[in-house]
């Protein structure tokens, strides 16, 4: 494991206290699933790590729709592509850490990375969406206009919490990078 093994626990959490809200509302952050895949693959090589969240994601899905009476909707045939689709957000998170890797913190490592966030963000949503739309049996003839349309609906806010909840991480990583340079020049 990396020298940002502190950050595991943070990205456990932030999952487990996201993952039942899918959208959000007044009361409750929309789910930070995604960014967490993303992040444990920037920050993370670990497969078992990826693993280890793959199983969080489906106890906690299995506690709220056995004990807290959340709706089964999305429980369908379709479940099962929810692991190429945090695939697709890990694999993003991996690529982003090689950029990182050679460019450190440069602009241009930002600028790409807001790029492999967005074009992994639309393979996830791809990929869930559509799966779910094919095989979980809750439509029964659905035209691939009718799928770009609920697609309309449904990506902005899919998109915008994962990008929102990375680009946080991001934040937060480069401050923490920064913050020994910080102090140290207060002191001087």
Not at 44 to 54: D, G, H, K, P, V
């Amino acid at each position: 494991m990396s020298k940002n093994y502190f950050l595991v626990v943070p990205l456990i959490l932030l999952m487990a206290l996201t993952r039942s809200h899918h959208v959000g509302n007044a009361v409750a952050l929309p789910d930070a699933s995604l960014a967490v895949f993303f992040l444990a693959g920037f920050f993370f090589a670990s497969r078992s790590l990826f693993l280890m969240l793959l199983v969080q994601a489906a106890m906690i899905d299995y506690v709220e729709i056995s004990q807290l009476n959340v709706s089964d909707f999305c429980i369908s045939s379709a479940y099962i592509f929810l692991i190429p689709t945090y695939l697709t957000m890990w694999l993003g998170g991996r690529l982003s850490a090689k950029i990182h890797a050679i460019q450190g913190n440069k602009i241009g490592f930002y600028i790409l990375s807001i790029g492999i966030l967005a074009v992994a963000t639309t393979g996830a949503f791809l990929l869930s969406s559509g799966s779910f739309y094919l095989f979980s049996g809750h439509f029964e003839a659905l035209s691939l206009s009718a799928f770009i349309d609920n697609s309309t609906v449904y990506f902005p806010p899919y998109a915008h919490s994962a990008i929102t909840y990375a680009l946080l991480g991001f934040a937060i990583q480069y401050v923490i990078k920064r913050l020994p340079l910080l102090i140290s020049k207060k002191v001087t």
